[in-house]
């Protein structure tokens, strides 16, 4: 007999990311060794830390997966662990930009969505009399400015991408705490579970 550690779980949804399975029940799951936790997640229900997962991550230290109620594994969130990063976030966007490239090359249609915080510049110029005039002119703080990490902190620039092939949706954001630590965030959901599940609703 296989030691359960290592049984694979097969389902009709195919492969999920850190070696589980897309569709795999509670009990699939747990059979593959991996040690579940419960957490409360709103609007997320059945969900759980999830830890000795068959495969790891690099740079990853927490995941959760979601069942939902039909107890179908769908979703699964994986947390980087928290950087002290410079005040330009340069090292969680070393991260985003690796897992960037990555998402997009396993489920192609990256988009990125980016907010800038926009600062006002005054200065002092002559009009044509002579007179000084103040002109302010608006700019737009480009991604990894000196203040990236603050802007990130507080809202004021926001920065993720999403990703999708017909199967599966991924998305990928940089977060800073409340102790100015970053990490990057990565969700993926089962395009195909989550649709016959809003069609069961509509049924």
């Known amino acids: 007999t296989v030691p359960?550690?290592?049984?694979?779980?097969?389902?009709?949804?195919?492969?999920?990311?850190?070696?589980?399975?897309?569709?795999?029940?509670?009990?699939?799951?747990?059979?593959?060794?991996?040690?579940?936790?419960r957490t409360e997640i709103k609007d997320l229900p059945n969900s759980f830390f999830?830890?000795?997962?068959?495969?790891?991550?690099?740079?990853?230290?927490?995941?959760?997966?979601?069942?939902?109620?039909?107890?179908?594994?769908?979703?699964?969130?994986?947390?980087s662990?928290?950087?002290?990063?410079?005040?330009?976030?340069?090292?969680?966007?070393?991260?985003?930009?690796?897992?960037?490239?990555?998402?997009?090359?396993?489920?192609?249609?990256?988009?990125?969505?980016?907010?800038?915080k926009i600062s006002t510049i005054e200065k002092v110029v002559k009009d044509k009399d002579g007179k000084d005039i103040t002109e302010t002119t608006k700019v737009e703080e480009p991604i990894g400015n000196k203040n990236f990490l603050a802007q990130l902190q507080s809202g004021e620039a926001e920065l993720y991408a999403t990703?999708?092939?017909?199967?599966?949706?991924?998305a990928l954001s940089i977060n800073v705490d409340g102790n100015g630590k970053s990490y990057v965030i990565i969700n993926f959901t089962n395009l195909e579970i989550f649709k016959e599940r809003e069609q069961k609703v509509l049924d």
């Open 4 to 37: 359960a550690s290592q049984e694979s779980v097969v389902t009709k949804y195919g492969e999920a990311p850190f070696g589980l399975a897309w569709g795999g029940s509670y009990n699939q799951i747990k059979s593959l060794g991996v040690n579940l936790v």
């Open 50 to 79: 999830a830890t000795t997962l068959p495969k790891d991550l690099p740079g990853f230290n927490q995941v959760v997966i979601s069942f939902g109620e039909n107890n179908l594994l769908w979703k699964i969130t994986a947390y």
């Open 81 to 116: 662990i928290m950087l002290d990063d410079t005040p330009d976030a340069s090292q969680a966007l070393q991260i985003y930009r690796k897992y960037y490239d990555l998402l997009e090359q396993k489920y192609g249609n990256a988009q990125q969505f980016f907010t800038p």
């Open 163 to 170: 990703f999708e092939n017909h199967k599966v949706g991924a």
